[in-house]
């Protein structure tokens, strides 16, 4: 189709700005056996509603079974990304792509239809910040809607604040285990949150709450998650 593939051309052609919304994350922490934990509210934006204009997409995962999914890895290094590959193996999953950095990823994404994004944060050249940015960048439909879990090992709260400003639909603290990673896929799968645009970008609302599990709950009408 001509307008998937102008959609696909475009997000290389993005040069990485990012908007700089004005954004204030409320936070709150508390100790729990000597040991700090966190927890970050609902983010609020001090900007207009155009800031935030929901747009009723849902991930190109949702409702998929999880041997059909088409999923990209975007990793530098050859051990994580064989390690990976094994465990969505094991899933039954074969349609399985691998890329370095956020640049080979943005190739792959232009040749190949995938489902699901597993990307690192910390890559070189290109991390998974900017990685991120341009597949969320408004403009790149249908690629923007691409659910994408992030894996990192220093889960510190600016970097979560800052994944999900971005755009991440979920976060993987390493060590991987395979229990931890079909957790994340499995939630992706049944993830109805809708995209909303905010600035530049497409983004799901979300609401960490605490690190007791990463578990889905509803109150007040709103949806929230907490981190493991």
């Not at 290094?77 to 950095?101: C, E, K, P």
């Not at 923007?144 to 976060?171: D, M, N, W, Y």
């Not at 949150?193 to 007791?212: C, K, N, W």
Request: some cysteine; overall charge positive.
């Amino acid at each position: 189709m001509p307008g998937a593939r102008q959609a696909r051309r475009a997000i290389c052609s993005y040069d990485g700005h990012r908007s700089t919304r004005d954004a204030v994350a409320g936070r709150a922490e508390s100790k729990i056996n000597g040991a700090e934990t966190w927890r970050l509210l609902p983010i609020q934006f001090k900007t207009q509603n155009r800031w935030r204009s929901r747009v009723g997409e849902k991930s190109t995962a949702f409702g998929k079974e999880l041997k059909s999914l088409n999923i990209l890895m975007v990793e530098d290094n050859g051990g994580m990304r064989l390690l990976l590959r094994t465990m969505l193996s094991t899933f039954g999953i074969t349609n399985i792509r691998q890329a370095r950095d956020g640049t080979d990823g943005l190739t792959e994404m232009q040749v190949y239809d995938i489902d699901l994004v597993i990307t690192d944060w910390e890559m070189e050249p290109m991390n998974g910040r900017d990685f991120i940015t341009r597949i969320r960048t408004v403009g790149n439909e249908p690629l923007c809607f691409t659910p994408i879990i992030v894996l990192t090992g220093h889960a510190s709260r600016s970097l979560l604040t800052e994944a999900f400003e971005i755009g991440a639909t979920h976060l993987l603290v390493k060590p991987v285990t395979p229990a931890s990673l079909l957790h994340r896929i499995q939630w992706v799968l049944a993830d109805q949150r809708e995209f909303e645009v905010a600035g530049d970008i497409y983004r799901q609302p979300m609401l960490i709450h605490d690190t007791s599990g990463l578990r889905r709950r509803t109150a007040t009408a709103q949806t929230t998650w907490s981190l493991e």
